[in-house]
């Protein structure tokens, strides 16, 4: 057993290795040495907003597909990407693209925040309790409210001033390029606050994996712990994306990765491992987006046309086992 | 254990009405009865996995629902047939899963002792280090009463656990049910649906019938023609096999 637990470890040391190579990649390719403070200023920030984004994202898609018991589910199912072009498709349509609450500050990112946890707590914590513990009534409840979402965002967007449109678009895609300072402090708020909260309820994880009856059966309060979990990781998926914008979609890529490479069903390796690979695609990812395309190409292209290619991969694989 | 006056209802209509029996300690007792009669719903009821409308079930002088978790996982073990893991776990992770209520999730001496015992019990030594998603579904039965007996509780209770198993494996099963009672002095509880299965090698037999008890008592008691008749509806003729009263239904 020991060796097995060596081999994880060096997976873990290898992925950090990676990841802290990908970062220096990112943060000291072609920094003139003259504006080397100013550079450091800029690109810091973007790093810390990936390094939280892969490790939310990261830590949320491997909690929810084991409360889902399903390994090619993705939290985007919770519908936090579609309140979040809402949220902001609102603001814009109510009070202009001028507006505080519209200019990417903290006021945007606490707003953001506070109303996808709003979400969580009532949708989420609430209706789990009141299915009964029945985890596909809350996808099919994710799913609809996707979709009515989504509906009214576009509604609005239609009536709207195609100038306002044309502001609005360019917060509704996923970047790490105007995230500011001050919302990475607040994120970090948040995420302590989240683990501290479910601190508890994190040894409990690998017994999940056996399903509700056999979690019951050796002691588990099954409902209290997968309804803490699945409001902890909607609010988890709800800081990544105010953060950065709709990225939940990476989630299904680096959870998957995480599995294939550690072949365990124990959570503490997995979660770090999920988040580690994420920050390695991340890092690797905007500096091509950087230095290769010089901004001309946005990551989330990347993130969807990858994560698409091995969703498909996924199936197939799938289907042959 | 103590099963009185059990209750449930889904949207008035009355599932489980009255119910009141007790477990004989060390015995196997089958709850048998045709579809719909209840008896999956009492021992759901019983396993926890269900809330019960009105009643009490009495566990060693203490009713269920005010056991701590943690201490009625060291004495209860259940087993249904809704077991879909898709993550990657072995038979040896599987079975070790069982020292949970005790350990947690880091594992003793003791507890590797204990899981070697289990694993070395159900002869599944050749197979420890597979992965359970590549396992048949009799060898994948064998693994789970492997992580029961890890457990090491007094009571085990099984939903259906010939459900899928072909003749020979279901047998063999019904033969571990039979030495987890004998030799472990395991009380075991199980429901079923093969009669022959449950005369053979159960000591009691607890029939249901629209949410009642129909017949409690000894197979001797509960298999001959006239009760098997009330509650199946169908012609029995009951032959004695191997000192045992088997049935034929036509």
């Known amino acids: 057993m020991t060796s097995k637990k060596n081999v994880y470890f060096k997976k873990l040391l290898f992925l950090v290795v990676l990841a802290c190579c990908a970062a220096a990649l990112y943060q000291f390719t072609d920094v003139d040495i003259n504006f080397f403070s100013f550079a450091m200023r800029i690109r810091g920030p973007r790093l810390a907003a990936m390094f939280l984004a892969s490790f939310c994202v990261g830590v949320a898609s491997i909690l929810f597909q084991t409360i889902i018991n399903n390994v090619i589910v993705t939290p985007c199912l919770l519908g936090m990407n579609a309140l979040y072009v809402l949220i902001h498709t609102s603001v814009v349509f109510l009070i202009g693209s001028g507006s505080k609450l519209s200019v990417n500050s903290p006021i945007s990112f606490v707003v953001d925040l506070l109303s996808m946890a709003v979400v969580a707590v009532l949708i989420y ?110 609010i988890l998926i709800g800081i990544a994306t105010a953060l950065v914008g709709p990225i939940s979609f990476l989630g299904l890529i680096i959870a998957n990765l995480s599995r294939q490479l550690f072949k365990t069903y124990q959570h503490r390796y997995l979660t770090f491992g999920a988040a580690l690979v994420g920050m390695v695609i991340l890092f690797a990812g905007q500096t091509l987006v950087e230095q290769v395309f010089h901004f001309g190409a946005n990551i989330n292209a990347f993130i969807n046309i990858g994560g698409g290619a091995y969703f498909l991969y996924l199936l197939l694989r799938g289907e042959k086992q | 254990m103590k099963i009185q006056g059990l209750k449930k209802a889904y949207h008035r209509e009355v599932v489980v009405d009255d119910v009141s029996f007790e477990i004989p300690e060390g015995k196997v007792l089958s709850l048998i009865g045709p579809n719909g009669a209840g008896k999956s719903t009492v021992m759901n009821i019983i396993s926890r996995l269900l809330p019960l409308d009105d009643g009490k079930i009495l566990f060693q002088g203490k009713e269920l629902h005010q056991w701590k978790r943690q201490e009625l996982a060291k004495k209860l073990a259940i087993l249904t047939q809704s077991n879909h893991i898709a993550m990657k776990l072995s038979v040896w992770d599987l079975v070790a899963f069982g020292r949970f209520p005790y350990s947690g999730n880091h594992l003793t001496v003791e507890d ?13 030594g050749d197979l420890a ?45 019904m033969k571990m049910v039979r030495r987890l009672c004998d030799e472990l002095n395991k009380t075991v509880v199980l429901v079923l649906h093969d009669i022959n299965y449950a005369a053979f090698y159960s000591d009691y037999i607890c029939a249901f019938v629209d949410g009642k008890i129909a017949k409690f008592g000894t197979v001797e008691e509960v298999m001959n023609k006239k009760t098997l008749s009330d509650i199946y509806h169908v012609e029995f003729e009951i032959m004695n096999v191997a000192n045992k009263p088997l049935s034929v239904y036509y």
Do not use: C
Not at chain 1, 146 to 175: K, Y
Not at chain 1, 176 to 203: H, S, T
């Open chain 1, 125 to 234: 914590g609430y209706l789990f309790q009141k299915a009964g513990g029945n985890i596909l009534y809350i996808l099919l409840v994710g799913s609809v409210l996707t979709t009515l979402f989504s509906s009214i965002s576009t509604t609005m967007q239609r009536m709207m001033d195609p100038n306002e449109f044309d502001q609005l678009q360019n917060s509704l895609i996923a970047s790490f390029e105007r995230v500011n300072a001050d919302a990475i402090w607040i994120a970090v708020m948040a995420i302590l606050i989240l683990v501290v909260w479910l601190w508890r309820q994190f040894p409990l994880l690998d017994v999940l994996v056996l399903g509700k009856h056999q979690a019951i059966n050796l002691g588990v309060d099954y409902e209290k712990v997968s309804r803490k979990m699945l409001v902890g990781v909607t």
């Open chain 2, 112 to 124: 590797t002792k204990m899981i070697q015992q289990a694993i070395d019990y159900m002869e599944l």
């Open chain 2, 129 to 173: 280090h597979k992965f359970i998603d590549e396992l048949s579904g009799g060898q994948r039965q064998r693994a789970y009463i492997a992580m029961v007996i890890a457990q090491d509780t007094d009571y085990v209770l099984l939903d259906e656990p010939t459900n899928n198993l072909d003749i020979y494996h279901a047998t063999n099963m």
